[in-house]
């Protein structure tokens, strides 16, 4: 069974080290250190396919970096790229991210994710002052009050809902014509997995459901850190009420259609979402049951 996009990564994460700056300066020194190519935000790809890496020794000592962690006891860092405005993500990396390996997806993700939390936290949310980067890159520090701050991940549920053999797509204004994907919103404050499933799916097509189950889960390194929680709810009915300030469209499609758009067959009803997108996995999951 194909796993998740975002998931993978070969990287040891080395918890350990990230509180130990003599051990963390010593990989900055490591001459096999290893540091990933970026051309802003997007990840520079080489002919295969795969992630560029360069060498420490070609990278600017202005620059601060991450330690993403080590393979095979070799050091992997990401620089952190002041980037604000524009879209979170680019046509560029949708492409790549089509032809790259899982495990480089998965390292881009995390590097992605790391780089968008510091660019948002350079300035102490509790009073104001600029924030320093510590902990090998995976925390920033405020100067004046002390307050330490660390990279968070934001929960957002994604789901199909079923009901007789179909399952609920829907479709936003700004997608490809023709793409459907599965239903998804942020969970909110006070609230579990199976409410915010079951109050998404309401909000936005009108649907009631019931009972839900989990699927799986993945990292989403766009719009901010977050982590896709995949489900599918029972639906108790399939009139739908579209609320036109989150869908175009929304329809129930069989097992057949949804392998027909999986398979970009000739004759599909539907654009499936791409395959490092975790409703792609979520609908291949549905239509395998």
């Not at 492409?95 to 790391?114: Q, V």
């Not at 998404?200 to 896709?228: D, K, N």
Request: glycine share 10%; net charge negative; charged share 20%.
């Amino acid at each position: 069974m194909v796993n998740p996009g975002f998931t993978g990564s070969p990287l040891n994460r080395v918890d350990h080290i990230r509180n130990d700056l003599e051990a963390f300066n010593a990989l900055l020194n490591d001459w096999r250190g290893r540091v990933l190519g970026l051309e802003g935000l997007d990840p520079m790809v080489s002919d295969e396919g795969t992630l560029v890496w360069t060498s420490l020794a070609e990278v600017s000592l202005d620059l601060e970096l991450i330690l993403l962690g080590l393979h095979e006891d070799r050091p992997h860092f990401v620089p952190i790229i002041e980037a604000r405005g524009g879209p979170p993500r680019s046509p560029a990396v949708w492409r790549a991210l089509s032809m790259m390996p899982a495990e480089d997806a998965a390292i881009y993700g995390t590097a992605r994710s790391l780089i968008d939390w510091h660019n948002g936290h350079r300035f102490c949310g509790q009073c104001g002052s600029p924030t320093k980067t510590f902990r090998a890159g995976w925390g920033r520090k405020c100067g004046a009050c002390g307050k330490e701050h660390f990279p968070r991940t934001d929960p957002v549920v994604i789901m199909l809902a079923e009901f007789e053999g179909k399952a609920l797509v829907g479709r936003q204004p700004s997608w490809p014509q023709g793409n459907y994907s599965a239903l998804a919103g942020f969970l909110e404050p006070g609230e579990s997995i199976e409410e915010a499933v079951r109050r998404e799916i309401h909000e936005e097509a009108g649907v009631t459901c019931g009972a839900v189950r989990y699927v799986t889960s993945q990292p989403w390194p766009f719009g901010g850190s977050q982590l896709m929680i995949a489900c599918v709810a029972e639906a108790q009915g399939s009139e739908i009420t579209i609320d036109t300030n989150e869908l175009e469209d929304a329809m129930w499609v069989t097992k057949e259609e949804a392998r027909a758009a999986l398979a970009d067959a000739p004759n599909k009803k539907f654009g499936a979402p791409p395959p490092f997108a975790i409703a792609n996995t979520l609908l291949r999951r549905w239509v395998a049951e």
